[in-house]
Structures are given as C-alpha cells and as structure tokens.
C-alpha cells in the first residue's frame, strides 16, 4: 500500500490494492496485488533479510508528513514469512518492477496439520525430538543454528 499511494502522489484517484482468498481443504491463500511501481530484481534475494527496506529510512526522513512511521525498518516481510512458515504456511513474493508486486500467503486450513514447530537452538535437548526438517524457518542463511538428527 505504501508504494501504491506514494507513486500515486497528490492524486485522488489510486490504483485499486486487490486481493484474493482461496480455501481449499489443504490450505487458504490470501493474494495481495498492487501497482505500486514493484521491486527492481536486484533486491528480491534481500526482500527477506531483516534491516532491509525499500522504503525511506524513518530515521533519515525525520518529521517528515509524507513518511508511514512504522515502514522502513526491514521487519515487516521477514516476519510475515516467519510466522507463516511457524504454521507450516508461506509467504511469497512476485514483483514486476515498474508495474506492482504481488505477495501470496499459505496458511494451513485444519489446525491438526498447522501444529506448532519449536526450534531447537540447544544440542543437550535434541535427542527429545525427532523431526527430520533440515532447514530454518527464516531463510536458508540461517539453516546452520538449527541442527537436527
């Protein structure tokens, strides 16, 4: 919504934010769609670090009236993604740069098959579990604090 309404400037008339929910047995997608100006490619494989932000720096635009107070702090994606995936769920991200971007999440439909799953940072309390998942939640970067057997 932010690069929507800032390509739209002083313009009263902004191009529509569309969304979409599928529910299948499985799962429910929520599909957001904007035509914001999308995301140069060159920062997709950033979009989930956190610290990382398209938007201004909130520090850097001071008491500026056109600055969103709570963007710009590169933890609103990453996060997003992460409490999807706690739920055995996803977040992905397709963009188009120079037309909009469109972000797809996945949730699990029945409670049974969205359980919660712990990380295990600790190695003396590993042999209690017994899942064979092999990467983090986050991202693959930081697949090697979570070590399973």
Known sequence: MRATCEKGGASLSLPPIEVVIVKTTEDVAI???????????????????????????PVDA????NV??????????????????????DLQVYSIHGFGTDAVIYLKTLSESASEFLPVFNKSVMKQYSSTRTHGWSSSKFSHLVEWG
């Open 31 to 57: 599909k957001m769609s904007d035509q914001g100006g999308g995301i140069p490619q060159r920062n997709m494989p950033q979009l989930f670090e956190y610290m990382f932000s398209t938007a201004p720096s």
């Open 62 to 65: 001071g008491t500026s009236v």
């Open 68 to 89: 969103v107070p709570m963007a710009g702090y590169g933890y609103g994606l990453p996060l997003s993604r992460l409490y999807a995936r706690y739920f055995h769920g």
